[in-house]
């Protein structure tokens, strides 16, 4: 028991001393918008660094195809639901489908803690009156955070939606500093972190949603998938074979109280989901048709969510 208790001392002194701050800034610099010229839906600019973590590239996904400003991400396409000059009827609710993507991933034996979320934003004249943000580590489910802007013309709905208050105010972002705080929301995420920006309720097909200077605050992790790999040795679930070097991988669930198995790349992006039948029986995941690679596969239920790391090797 002794000999137990010291071990436990160790690890938990390593990952103490282990833990990363990191602070990494998306300027937006290298966009290029304009009728003639554009850089497209994907943010050239050089991406932050911090040790033990890689950051992607900012993407537009389900907008136009690029940048109305040099220097920011300023999309159109945005859902429709409100109306030029009025303050009270918005019948829009966030689109899934459109939003700005970023994903972080952390190296091997890493987690991610998010403490918070900070950006600027602004609108064209008639642009999105709400936006949102939501992460992959509830599949996008919910709003994240608590959140707050130093700009009076922007209200807060419900603690993490925001709404563009006043039609007529359309100052720049550098004006508008919005932040997210996180709280123990995003802890130890060994999986790819996508965090996605929503916005909705434009007033017109051509209104733009504008983001700039985006800033994540947050913790790496050594050895945050420890505690996931010892709630593995009591997972309700068993995988195999890993890695793969065939076309299935057969995962046996020993609770039928879950949701969804899903198996994510190394993107964060979900590439194959599998609903409970609840009939029990073994699952045979298709991964025939993966790239070879490194992959994550989930478990969820109804109270947490395990994973596993899945090599593919075919």
């Given at each position: 028991?002794?000999?137990?208790?010291?071990?436990?001392?160790?690890?938990f002194v390593?990952l103490?001393?282990?833990?990363?701050?990191?602070?990494?800034?998306?300027s937006?610099?290298?966009?290029i918008?304009?009728?003639?010229?554009t850089?497209?839906?994907l943010?050239?600019?050089?991406?932050p660094?911090?040790?033990?973590?890689t950051?992607?590239?900012?993407t537009?996904v389900?907008?136009?195809?690029?940048?109305?400003?040099n220097?920011?991400?300023s999309f159109?396409?945005?859902?429709?639901?409100?109306t030029n000059?009025?303050?009270?009827?918005?019948?829009?609710a966030?689109?899934?489908?459109?939003?700005y993507n970023?994903t972080?991933?952390?190296?091997?034996n890493?987690?991610?803690?998010?403490?918070?979320?900070?950006?600027?934003?602004s609108r064209?004249?008639?642009?999105?009156r709400?936006w949102?943000?939501?992460?992959?580590?509830?599949n996008?489910?919910?709003?994240l955070g608590?959140?707050?802007?130093?700009n009076?013309?922007?209200a807060?709905?419900?603690?993490?939606?925001?709404?563009?208050?006043?039609?007529?105010?359309?100052?720049?972002?550098?004006?508008n500093?919005?932040?997210?705080n996180?709280g123990n929301?995003?802890s130890?995420?060994?999986?790819?972190?996508?965090v996605?920006?929503?916005?909705w309720?434009a007033?017109?097909g051509?209104?733009?949603?504008?983001?700039?200077s985006?800033?994540f605050?947050?913790?790496?992790?050594?050895g945050?998938?420890?505690?996931?790999?010892?709630?593995?040795?009591?997972?309700?679930?068993?995988l195999?074979?890993?890695?793969?070097?065939?076309?299935f991988?057969?995962?046996?669930?020993l609770?039928?109280d879950?949701?969804?198995i899903q198996?994510?790349?190394?993107?964060?992006?979900?590439?194959?989901?599998?609903t409970n039948?609840?009939?029990?029986?073994k699952?045979?995941?298709n991964v025939?048709?993966?790239?070879?690679?490194?992959?994550?596969?989930?478990?969820n239920?109804?109270?947490r969510?395990?994973s596993?790391?899945l090599?593919?090797t075919?």
């Amino acid at each position: 028991m002794i000999k137990n208790l010291l071990l436990f001392a160790g690890v938990f002194v390593t990952l103490t001393t282990a833990a990363q701050n990191f602070t990494a800034n998306y300027s937006f610099s290298a966009v290029i918008g304009s009728t003639a010229v554009t850089s497209g839906s994907l943010d050239p600019t050089p991406v932050p660094t911090a040790a033990n973590l890689t950051f992607g590239p900012f993407t537009a996904v389900g907008t136009n195809s690029g940048s109305t400003a040099n220097g920011v991400f300023s999309f159109t396409g945005w859902s429709t639901g409100a109306t030029n000059g009025n303050n009270t009827t918005f019948t829009g609710a966030i689109d899934l489908n459109k939003y700005y993507n970023v994903t972080i991933t952390p190296s091997a034996n890493y987690g991610i803690t998010l403490n918070n979320i900070a950006f600027q934003a602004s609108r064209s004249g008639t642009g999105i009156r709400n936006w949102a943000v939501r992460s992959s580590a509830d599949n996008f489910g919910t709003n994240l955070g608590t959140a707050a802007c130093n700009n009076t013309n922007i209200a807060i709905q419900g603690g993490n939606t925001f709404f563009w208050s006043v039609d007529t105010y359309t100052a720049f972002a550098s004006q508008n500093v919005c932040t997210i705080n996180l709280g123990n929301s995003i802890s130890n995420v060994i999986a790819p972190l996508s965090v996605r920006f929503y916005g909705w309720n434009a007033e017109g097909g051509t209104g733009t949603f504008r983001i700039d200077s985006a800033t994540f605050n947050g913790i790496a992790v050594f050895g945050a998938s420890i505690k996931e790999y010892a709630h593995s040795l009591k997972a309700p679930f068993k995988l195999a074979p890993n890695p793969a070097n065939s076309g299935f991988v057969t995962l046996e669930p020993l609770t039928n109280d879950f949701t969804t198995i899903q198996i994510m790349n190394v993107l964060g992006q979900v590439v194959l989901t599998e609903t409970n039948d609840k009939s029990g029986n073994k699952l045979k995941l298709n991964v025939s048709e993966l790239m070879a690679g490194t992959y994550f596969v989930r478990f969820n239920t109804p109270t947490r969510t395990y994973s596993e790391k899945l090599v593919v090797t075919h």
